[in-house]
């Protein structure tokens, strides 16, 4: 079946600095990218959408130059959280959407900053 | 803008039967996936439902009524490992292609 790698699963950083979470499609090509974030007891909150080769699509109220996404394959995504700050903590998990196999999502990435 | 509105709590014992019900607004729409997820892990596939009508894997089932837009996932002989949080999810276009969607989640607590 359809695999989604996700690291690191968990990351601890210093505040004002940037952290990378990589999404890795390991059998299957991701035309897209998903990346959701979700606080706790909350509902995944859609991010922004990647396609292989173009700029993200990010939703509403997300600030894209400070959640910088790459979607230079069809098979790695990347999120860029720059200079995080505490509110930023959070549960960040990758779905990818292949034509065969639907969304398959990530192990997610639990993100401290302190 | 589209929203999915659940239940936020729902609790039953063991062997029970459980309905969670889901009522969504969007444009666009594909279809009404469900998934489930433990505290800590990633969200887990349950079904998805393109068309009206019912839709059975094993104890879960899912249900679809697009003119009313409105589903539910139902649970059947509950178990303990069924406690989790559910979701509901459309699949909508957008930009040219689609997108998943999430609903508010739903706490199920299993009791003995």
């Known amino acids: 079946g359809a695999v989604v790698s996700q690291h690191p699963s968990r990351v601890i950083c210093k505040s004002g600095t940037s952290v990378k979470i990589e999404c890795r499609s390991l059998?299957?090509?991701?035309?897209?990218m998903f990346w959701y974030r979700q606080f706790p007891k909350q509902s995944l909150m859609l991010m922004a959408t990647?396609?292989?080769?173009?700029?993200?699509?990010?939703e509403q109220g997300v600030e894209k130059d400070k959640f910088l996404i790459n979607h230079a394959s069809l098979t790695l995504s990347t999120l860029t959280v720059t200079s995080a700050h505490p509110e930023d903590s959070s549960f960040y998990i990758c779905?990818?959407?292949?034509?065969?196999?639907?969304?398959?999502f990530g192990s997610g990435t639990r993100l401290t900053v302190v | 803008g589209q929203s999915l509105e659940q239940p936020s709590e729902v609790t039953a014992v063991e062997g029970a039967i459980v309905q969670i019900n889901c009522t969504y607004q969007?444009?666009?729409?594909?279809?009404l996936s469900w998934y489930q997820q433990h505290d800590g892990g990633a969200p887990t596939f349950l079904s998805y439902n393109a068309l009206d009508g019912l839709e059975e894997t094993g104890r879960f089932s899912s249900f679809l009524s697009r003119s009313d837009s409105y589903g539910y996932l139902l649970l059947q002989e509950l178990q303990m490992k069924d406690s989790a949080s559910y979701f509901c999810?459309?699949?909508?276009?957008?930009?040219?292609?689609?997108?998943?969607?999430f609903g508010t989640g739903t706490q199920l607590k299993v009791e003995l």
């Open positions: 059998d299957f090509q991701a035309t897209t």
């Open positions: 990647s396609n292989e080769g173009s700029k993200a699509t990010y």
């Open positions: 999810a459309v699949r909508e276009s957008a930009g040219g292609g689609n997108k998943l969607t």
């Open positions: 969007t444009s666009g729409f594909y279809g």
């Open positions: 779905s990818a959407a292949g034509t065969l196999y639907g969304y398959t």
